[in-house]
Each structure stands twice: as structure tokens, then as C-alpha cells.
């Protein structure tokens, strides 16, 4: 196969991309590097630097790359960002997702996988839910309703121009190469401040001292297993899940990364962040990771640890 990956130099694209290559397809990767980094990228692909909105480039790409499907991962990511510049979010999210479909009709790509958001999509998911992928969105976040309008668009490229689709609506992605930096990825976050033995915050739920809000974590490698299957077309649902059914605490997640890295690390409670949904727990679907469980989140957990060890360990 030939495939072309937006934000192939990011953290779960960058993951994808080496998937593919070393199953041996071909792989192009358009990212602007805003938040991906170069030594993320795989030195086999194709790269071009590239913002997804620029059509003339995005034409170049494709007409030159003849491309058997398009897995679009490149987005404007944080929900903090998007409630602060949602003119640039929608531009990225909902216009970039255009430009990137147009171009698929233009130039005969068959399909299309889409990396959507089911952490944020359905708002909250109060006690004992799980949602479903039939559930009612109720996007809160510009982010949300960015990425809610992106899947409308890819369904209508779908319905009106035969492309086969498939969406992924990812709960919270962790796992080696995810930023530290961002306002999102606590599990990088924390697990980069606990090896350096700084504190760690643990945002409320509701109130100052709870345990914070509940989350679904899944493993990058899981997700990747789900962009193969359907960059293969082997998701035959217009819709999927990457998810697991759990849902873990935020302080709860903290004591497992404290108890792997051995840390001393204080954890200071901190108020509501404002945006936040409380809860996201998602209806896992085996098909996405080939029958099998998902990653169990002590194993992902060891393994994140591990490789944000040797990172720090290189760097000094
Ligand atoms: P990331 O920031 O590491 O990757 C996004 C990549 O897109 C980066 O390499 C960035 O440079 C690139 N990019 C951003 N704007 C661009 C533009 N205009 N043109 C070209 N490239 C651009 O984030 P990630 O966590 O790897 O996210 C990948 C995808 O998964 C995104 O679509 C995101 O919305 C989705 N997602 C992620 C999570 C999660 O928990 N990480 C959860 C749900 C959905």
C-alpha cells in the first residue's frame, strides 16, 4: 500500500507511520511540525513540510504520491487551545480535513481514516455509563465540535463520492513520544515530572482534594493496530472506538506512575480546570485490535515509564 499519514510527526502518527513500514508499505508524511518533531519522524518516509491547509501543496503531494488511502492525523490537539484560538482550531480541524478530502476525490484516493475524539465528543459520561458509539455527541469544547464536524464531513465525502471511511474516536491516547510539554497527556506529564522528582498536580473533579477527573486510557500501540486494520479495510463500521472500558482517576493514575518510577513526587490538588469533562469511560470494540484485549494500563503504563527513563537517561 501506499499511504500518505498527516501529522506522521507527532506522537501517535509518528507510531503509525513505523507500523506501516515495517510492515513494508509506502509511506508520505505531510506535518507542519507545530507540535510533531522531526526526530520523530522515521528517516524511510517520503516528508514534506506542509500545512494540511495549503491546497496547492496538499495537491502536489497527492498527485505526485498516488497514494491507496490517506490517514489524516494532523489536528490542532488541545482542548485548552481550542477554547482559547477556536477560529484557528475550526481552520485547521474542519478546513484542513476539507482540503485533505477534496484532494482524495481529485486524485482517486479510495480511502480515508479519520482520528477523532471520544474522549471529548460525548461531554459527560456520568457513573456507571460507558459510551457507545450510537450515543448522542454533545460536544462541549470548540475542539469537540472541530472534530465532530471533520467526521460529518468525511461521512458526506463518503456517502456523495464513494470514499471508504473509517472513523476512530480515540479516548486517552499514552504512550513513548507523547509531549511532556502539552496542556494535555498527563500521563507524559506526570511521568516526565516524577523521574525529575518535581510535583505533580492533580486537577480537581469538582472540588479542591477529589481525585480528580475520570479517564479512559488506551495505549498508542492499540490505536495503531486500529489505523491498520482500517487503512487494510478490515473496519467494516463507519465508526469505531479506541478505548478500553476503564476508567481510572487522575490520582489513581498518579500512585501506579509514582509506584513504576519510584518517585517522591508531591501531588498538590488543584482546582476544577474549567473545560474539563469529568468523566469519559468508552465501549471498547475488539475488531479494532485484531480480537485481542487491549493493553492492560499497568503493562502500558511500564512501558511509557520505561521509555521516558532511557529518554532522560540519553539527554544527560
Ligand atoms: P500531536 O500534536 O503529537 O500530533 C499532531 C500532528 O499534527 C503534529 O505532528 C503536528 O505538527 C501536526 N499538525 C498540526 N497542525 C497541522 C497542520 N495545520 N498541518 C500539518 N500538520 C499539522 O497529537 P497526537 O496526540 O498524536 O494526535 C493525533 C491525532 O489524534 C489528532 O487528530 C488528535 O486530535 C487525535 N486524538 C488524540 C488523542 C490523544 O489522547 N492524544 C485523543 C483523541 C484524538
Given amino acids: 500500500m501506499r499511504v500518505l499519514v498527516t501529522g506522521g510527526a507527532g506522537?501517535?502518527?509518528?507510531?503509525?507511520?513505523?507500523?506501516?513500514?515495517?510492515?513494508?508499505?509506502?509511506?508520505?508524511?505531510?506535518?507542519?511540525?507545530?507540535?510533531?518533531?522531526?526526530?520523530?519522524?522515521?528517516?524511510?518516509?517520503?516528508?514534506?513540510?506542509?500545512?494540511i491547509r495549503n491546497e496547492e501543496?496538499?495537491?502536489?503531494?497527492?498527485?505526485?504520491?498516488?497514494?491507496?488511502?490517506?490517514?489524516h492525523q494532523a489536528a490542532q490537539t488541545s482542548v485548552v487551545v481550542s477554547t482559547r484560538e477556536p477560529l484557528r482550531d475550526a481552520s485547521i480541524n474542519v478546513i484542513g480535513t476539507i482540503v485533505l478530502l477534496e484532494a482524495c476525490v481529485r486524485f482517486g484516493v479510495k480511502r480515508f481514516v479519520f482520528a477523532s475524539t471520544g474522549g471529548a465528543i460525548y461531554g459527560e459520561v456520568p457513573e456507571p455509563e460507558i459510551a457507545k458509539p450510537g450515543r448522542k455527541e454533545k460536544p462541549i469544547s470548540p475542539y469537540a465540535c472541530s472534530k465532530l464536524a471533520g467526521e460529518v464531513y468525511v461521512q458526506r465525502y463518503a456517502r456523495e463520492h464513494g470514499l471508504q471511511a473509517t472513523i476512530l474516536r480515540y479516548a486517552n491516547v499514552y504512550g513513548p513520544r507523547q509531549d511532556p510539554h502539552g496542556e494535555a497527556g498527563v500521563v507524559a506529564i506526570f511521568t516526565e515530572r516524577m523521574l525529575r522528582g518535581e510535583p505533580v498536580r492533580i486537577n480537581a473533579r469538582r472540588s479542591v482534594g477529589d481525585d480528580g477527573c475520570v479517564r479512559d486510557y488506551v495505549y498508542v500501540e492499540d490505536v495503531v493496530k486500529a489505523n491498520l486494520l482500517a487503512l487494510?479495510?478490515?473496519?467494516?463500521?463507519?465508526?469505531?472506538?479506541?478505548?478500553?472500558g476503564r476508567g481510572t482517576t487522575t490520582r489513581s493514575l498518579a500512585e501506579m506512575l509514582k509506584a513504576l518510577t519510584g518517585s517522591t513526587s508531591e501531588m498538590i490538588p488543584t482546582p476544577h480546570r474549567p473545560g474539563d469533562v469529568e468523566r469519559s469511560v468508552l465501549e471498547p470494540h475488539p475488531e479494532v485490535t485484531g480480537g485481542e484485549a487491549p493493553t492492560p494500563l499497568e503493562q502500558g503504563l511500564k512501558l511509557t515509564v520505561e521509555w521516558f527513563r532511557n529518554k532522560a537517561h540519553l539527554s544527560h
Fill in 11 to 51: 506522537f501517535i502518527g509518528s507510531h503509525i507511520v513505523d507500523a506501516l513500514l515495517k510492515e513494508g508499505h509506502e509511506v508520505g508524511v505531510i506535518d507542519d511540525l507545530s507540535t510533531g518533531r522531526r526526530e520523530n519522524l522515521n528517516p524511510l518516509v517520503h516528508f514534506v513540510e506542509l500545512d
Fill in 57 to 71: 501543496g496538499v495537491a502536489e503531494v497527492m498527485s505526485n504520491g498516488h497514494f491507496d488511502a490517506v490517514c
Fill in 232 to 244: 487494510k479495510g478490515k473496519l467494516s463500521a463507519p465508526i469505531y472506538h479506541c478505548a478500553t
